[in-house]
Each structure stands twice: as structure tokens, then as C-alpha cells.
């Protein structure tokens, strides 16, 4: 919000009004069979949104907030869930590392409990090199979301404490690198259709009960291709997703 915004809000916030900048008109994918429920937030309401005190800044450092697409919201809601986990059996994985902020949150998590998990990053760490324009729509490019290097990665989660297992190359080839036998927390953040079924029926197989995964990617309309497989491999395991309102996240959790 702009100056001359600020200035105006000032002199409205008195009688109670406020100028809100709304997001650009989104075209939704014709593929969406539930195109009407794709709509804005329910309401422009203030809401306590704690993730933006101070006190969090002590998790949202730059070596996190620079190396992520996530938001603070988005971070906050990961590290509480990591934290949930933390008394349940099993490793930390991720598919969808990117520049490896998110990573690095969950290894200060570990770290400031003294939790002995090993963390597995999964990425190309060359953006999408492979995609299905029939699940996930004509929108996405091979080169897209190109985040930082394999090398850069592995210097952002270099530590003396918790193993963290870096995996190059496309899911779901590399899943059979990741030789851990039980997963406490999964987090899935490849926005496209294979490798989130993929990833997802792997991170389900291990995961411990009491274990969580989050997913990033599934309450946006341009990655329904990832929901569609979110929501088919949780059918089948009988797992409820839990859509966070007012979020892209979605969690389930391993009764
Ligand atoms: C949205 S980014 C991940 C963001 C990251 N979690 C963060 O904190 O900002 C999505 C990532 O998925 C990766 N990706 C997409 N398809 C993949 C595949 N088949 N195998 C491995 N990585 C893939 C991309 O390279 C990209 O880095």
C-alpha cells in the first residue's frame, strides 16, 4: 500500500473505514468441476494473525524468509505442525525443497528441541522439468519455479547436529534414494500432479501415527492438478483433508 493510501486510510480510520487492495481478477482453469467454490475470502475482517509479531522473527530469520516462496502465515502454520510432531516416531521430508527455506525452518525446529531427526529434501533444484499439460494445466512451464542450486541448498542446511539428506533429480525416480523406514511430518510443495501422488503415497506408507503431512499447493485453482492427487491418494487411505480457510494449505493427519 502506498503512501498517499496510508494518508487516506489515516484520516478514514476514525469513522471506521479502510481502502483494502483487492488481488487481480483470477481467470480460473476451465478444467475446475467446482469452479464456484474458487471464490475470496469471506470476509476483509481484522483477524489475530500472530505469525506477524515480533517474537516470530526469531524462526522467520533471512537464511528462511529469503530462500522461500512462503509466506509468513504459510511458515508459521509448518513450523507449529513441526513441532506437533516432534514426540512421533520417524524423519522429516520434503518434496518440493525449492531454494530451501522451508527446509531450513524445519532443521531450526529440530535443532532448538534437540531432536536428533533426519531431515529429506527432495528437488530437481532446477525448477519443473517434467509436466503433464493434461493434469496440470497449459499454464505451467519446463524451467518454471527454478529456485536456488543444489550446491547453494546444501550450504542453507549445512549443520553439525541433524542429518539432512539432499536428493537430486525428478520424483518420483529419486524416492527410492530416501531410505528411511518411518515418517513423523511430510511437507508437499511440487504444485504438480505426478510428483505430489507420488510423493504422497510414499510419505503415507511411512508415516507413523500422530504424523502429519502438509500440503502447499492445494487450495489454488492453477494447481488443481496437485489437489486432484492429494484427494485421490487420501480416498484411498481413508484420511480426511483438512482445507485451512483462507490458505493454499491442507493437512492430514495419521490417526
Ligand atoms: C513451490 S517450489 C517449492 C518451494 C519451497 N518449499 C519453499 O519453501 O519456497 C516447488 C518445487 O517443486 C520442484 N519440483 C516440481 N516437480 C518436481 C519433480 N517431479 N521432482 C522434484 N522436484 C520437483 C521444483 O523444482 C520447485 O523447486
Request: proline content about 6%; overall charge negative.
Amino acid at each position: 500500500m502506498g503512501t498517499l493510501a496510508q494518508f487516506i486510510n489515516g484520516l478514514l480510520q476514525p469513522v471506521g473505514i479502510e481502502l483494502v487492495r483487492l488481488p487481480r481478477r483470477q481467470v480460473l482453469p476451465a478444467e475446475l468441476p467446482d469452479a464456484s467454490l474458487y471464490t475470496g475470502p469471506e470476509n476483509y475482517h481484522r483477524l489475530f494473525r500472530p505469525w506477524l509479531g515480533g517474537e516470530f522473527d526469531r524462526w522467520f530469520t533471512p537464511a528462511v524468509s529469503d530462500n522461500t516462496l512462503l509466506s509468513r502465515q504459510k511458515l508459521y502454520f509448518l513450523l507449529r505442525m513441526v513441532e506437533q510432531t516432534l514426540g512421533v516416531p520417524g524423519d522429516l521430508f520434503e518434496a518440493g525443497a525449492g531454494s530451501g527455506g522451508s527446509g531450513r525452518l524445519m532443521l531450526e525446529v529440530l535443532r532448538a528441541h534437540g531432536s536428533p531427526k533426519a531431515l529429506w529434501l527432495l528437488d530437481t533444484f532446477e525448477g519443473y522439468q517434467k509436466i503433464d499439460p493434461a493434469k496440470d494445466g497449459v499454464h505451467v512451464k519446463v524451467n518454471d519455479c527454478k529456485c536456488r542450486s543444489f550446491e547453494e541448498v546444501g550450504r542453507l542446511v549445512q549443520n553439525d547436529t541433524n542429518a539432512v539428506h539432499l536428493v537430486q533429480g525428478l520424483i518420483p525416480g529419486t524416492l527410492a534414494q530416501v531410505t528411511t523406514r518411518e515418517i513423523a511430518f511430510a511437507h508437499i510443495d511440487v504444485n504438480l500432479h505426478e510428483p505430489t501422488k507420488a510423493a504422497l503415497e510414499f510419505a503415507l506408507e511411512r508415516l507413523s501415527r500422530g504424523g502429519v503431512v502438509v500440503f502447499d499447493d492445494y487450495n489454488w485453482p492453477a494447481t488443481f492438478g496437485a489437489r486432484q492427487a492429494i484427494d485421490e491418494v487420501c480416498a484411498r487411505h481413508r484420511l480426511p483433508v483438512i482445507c485451512l480457510p483462507e490458505s493454499t494449505q491442507a493437512f492430514v493427519v495419521k490417526p
